[in-house]
């Protein structure tokens, strides 16, 4: 209606003509325009035949082309995300890998740092197994240094006369036991010795090396007043060191304050206490008794070639 172009000029490629189409826009009579289509020859018809049929193949193929292109993009869209989906796995694979790499890692310090702890701990083991080892071999030797010099000191003193007896001695009798400088009861008589109770010592002694402190006679007179010295209380031979590791605290007490009245009556010089190292509740229970007790003058941490802190010793109050 505005006659304004609408067209796409298109080169190299002929156009339909549309004279008769515009003229009857233009307002020509419709007689005229009738015949000159009639005056058109078939060919030209067929020439525009032609041409539409070219113009509808290539548009055709251009929406074809966008399509394809279309196509190719999504393609290319598709490639791009894949690969980057690839990436990613990678990427996720990568870290992964690092994270059980580290993981393992630090598995590895940890059993490596247990095995230098049990190391450690063996070899501490060791060193107090062989420090106690040690400390009891020294004891031995000292104890049986003590042993001989009570030994020689028995064979410097004179022996005691042989008391004769106004009646032999006999089941019952309290008597002295001169060799001993101790006092005890007889147990039972055979020929020339006689078993005797010292306190908790029970020994074979020579009826000659006894004398009666109590007892009624052949005439039913008491033959001796009983000694003014009380009976003493015999100990068994005592070790210069006792282990109590393995013990209740509440049990230790009262056996450490046994052992610490024989090895006075004994006469050792010192003793010490194997407690061992532990959470230290043996160790505080050993001190507070040593520190308590009348006969320990004082008390120490053993050095470390006698088992350190895992043992006390304790100097003896001389008689």
Known sequence: ETLSPTYRLTVGIPGKSNALAIARRLGVPGEVIDQANDILHAGDQQADDLINDIRRRREQAAEELVNAERTRTDVEELRRRAARSLREADQTRREAREIATLEIEQELQSARKLLGELER???MVERERT?????????AQISEALDATQQARRRRSPQ?????QRRPVRAGDR??????????EVLS???NDAMVQMGALRSRVAVG????????????????NRASQPLAQATPDV???TDIRGLRAADVEP??????QDAYLTGLPWVRIIHGKGTGALRKVVRDVLQSNPVVERSETARQNEGGDGATVAWLRSG
Do not use: F, K, W
Request: proline share 4%; no cysteine.
């Open 121 to 123: 701990s063996r070899t």
């Open 131 to 139: 420090a106690a080892s040690s400390g009891r071999e020294v004891s």
């Open 160 to 164: 005691p006369p042989v008391v004769q």
């Open 175 to 184: 008597v002295r036991i001169h060799s001993l400088q101790q006092n005890g």
């Open 189 to 191: 008589v055979d020929g």
């Open 209 to 224: 090396d006894l004398e009666r402190t109590s007892g009624l006679g052949d005439d039913g007179v008491g033959e001796s």
């Open 239 to 241: 070790s210069t060191e």
């Open 255 to 260: 056996r450490l304050e046994q052992y610490l």
